[in-house]
């Protein structure tokens, strides 16, 4: 069994003649143009020749749109398995004839390749993917969350019997490992900034728990680019080099390969190895190309302060305007209609300050169990604040862009100092602190994305 490095979180495997690709992001930059993959590369994309592609879930750095419209049309008969129905809408309309819908900890034959869908302990749906040829196993983790080593353990243990490989219970051959405690929307949310100690020993505590024979960091190859640069001081905690030094400590036995684009890892029953320009036809990196270069910045010193840098060139009156209708007529509306859950007694202030080139928009919303009023004016007793890039906002309600890539740009600050008081004490309201969810969630944000970039030519 081989696997091909292209980046981030794309792999092509191939095993018993089976071609295999995972989550392909074939573009230079994704997200609406807010990330690039590390290091830069060019993938020859007539070279995949995938007969399966497989996207773990329905973020756009693992479900990109564009990506997908380039492979259906050079075969529509390759069939995509997914953990996501909207994925599977989306395949279809680009031209797909045959797309599965897979469930948490289902195993799909393919022809003497075995593959088993792996659960993420969590509320998003990302799972990760075991494949099995000839008792030899690989776990791609992709974006998995484990809670702690015994998630890791009940996994296992379950897919050993249901891939009828007992010695999957004592190792895994080749583990693609979920490895970097990502702090990026740390400063959008007004967290701490200090290393996530307890974040990363569960990281290595629960890559201990699976007794990997070999393990290559994966799908971390990220970086922002200007001008949402900054982030990168924030977002990557864990150089590579680090943590393979670490992963060494950790589990002594283990073989730790660097993971890197054009890299190929080939993996039997002597074991795993590397072959760095195997992969070479498939990918091509810029020479000198730095694959360490997020994780090396880190260096969470400031936040700068929002500001719009407008990438969909909106005129600034254009932009004011549908922004103003949205906040009177629907997230006002929708933050009264929430009320009830918020589980106080007096009225709750919403700070909106919206960010415009060369305009700023203050909004006041109070809410309370009388319905809600709106003021254009700033309200500093406000319960929660949330300050965003007003070009942006306009991008979100016209399905230009989804609330992941306004948070992830740093074009979204968010607050809240929501309490209620009483003899008992003071006890915190039950608010989100995106407020803007209320008007429009993020699931029904990525949707109207989703179908406006299916709309494209």
């Known amino acids: 069994m081989e696997w091909n490095y292209l980046g981030h979180a794309g792999w092509l495997c191939v095993a018993n003649g089976l071609r295999i690709l995972f989550d392909p992001l074939l573009e230079k930059t994704h997200h609406g143009g807010v990330f690039e993959v590390v290091p830069r590369r060019t993938v020859n994309v007539p070279a995949l020749r995938p007969d399966f592609i497989v996207i773990t879930h329905a973020h756009t750095d693992h479900f990109d749109v564009p990506s997908l419209r380039r492979l259906a049309r050079m075969d529509p008969d390759t069939v ?23 469930q948490g900890l289902e195993r799909i034959n393919l022809d003497g390749v075995q593959l088993l869908t792996t659960p993420s302990y969590a509320d998003a749906v ?18 998995t969350v484990h809670r702690s080593p015994l998630d890791v353990r009940t996994t296992i243990d379950y897919a050993a019997q249901g891939l009828l ?35 990363y020993a569960s990281v290595l505590d629960e890559l201990a728990a699976a007794r990997p024979l070999a393990v290559v960091p994966a799908s971390a190859g990220g970086r922002h680019v200007a001008p949402f640069d900054w982030i990168n001081h924030f977002s990557h905690p864990v150089p590579m080099k680090r943590f393979l030094t670490d992963v060494r400590q950790r589990i002594p036995s283990v073989r730790a390969f660097e993971g890197a684009p054009g890299f190929r890892y080939i993996v039997d029953r002597n074991g795993a190895n590397v072959e760095p320009r195997g992969a070479s036809q498939l990918v091509h990196v810029e020479e000198h190309a730095a694959v360490d270069v997020p994780a090396d910045e880190w260096r969470p010193v400031s936040v700068p ?16 305007e549908v922004t103003s209708r949205w906040v009177r007529e629907v997230l006002a509306p929708a933050l009264a209609r929430s009320y009830p859950a918020f589980r106080v007694s007096s009225p709750l202030s919403f700070a909106l300050d919206l960010r415009f080139d060369g305009a700023r928009d203050a909004y006041s919303i109070e809410v309370s169990s009388a319905g809600a009023s709106v003021r254009a004016r700033w309200d500093p007793h ?70 406006r970039e299916l709309e494209a030519v």
């Open 80 to 102: 995509v398995i997914t953990s996501d129905r909207l994925v599977e809408y989306a395949v279809k309309r680009l031209g797909f004839r045959t797309a599965h819908v897979a």
């Open 126 to 143: 990302e799972w990760g993917m075991l494949v099995e040829h000839q008792s030899v196993v690989a776990w791609n983790q992709v974006d």
């Open 165 to 199: 490989v007992p010695s999957l219970a004592e190792r895994v051959d080749l583990l693609l490992a979920r490895w970097q405690p990502l702090c990026e929307i740390a400063p959008m949310l007004g967290e701490k900034s200090n290393f996530p100690h307890r974040a």
């Open 305 to 320: 302060d929002v500001r719009d840098h407008n990438p969909f060139n909106y005129g600034t009156g254009y932009a004011r």
């Open 382 to 451: 406000w319960d929660a604040l949330n300050v965003l890039s007003g070009s942006q906002l306009c991008a979100v309600i016209e399905g230009r862009a989804c609330w992941g890539d306004v948070l992830l740009s740093g074009g979204l600050r968010a607050f809240d100092r929501a309490y209620t008081v009483s003899e008992q004490g003071a006890q915190r309201a039950n608010v989100g602190v995106t407020f803007v969810y209320y008007g429009l969630s993020y699931e029904e944000s990525f949707q109207r994305f989703i179908e």
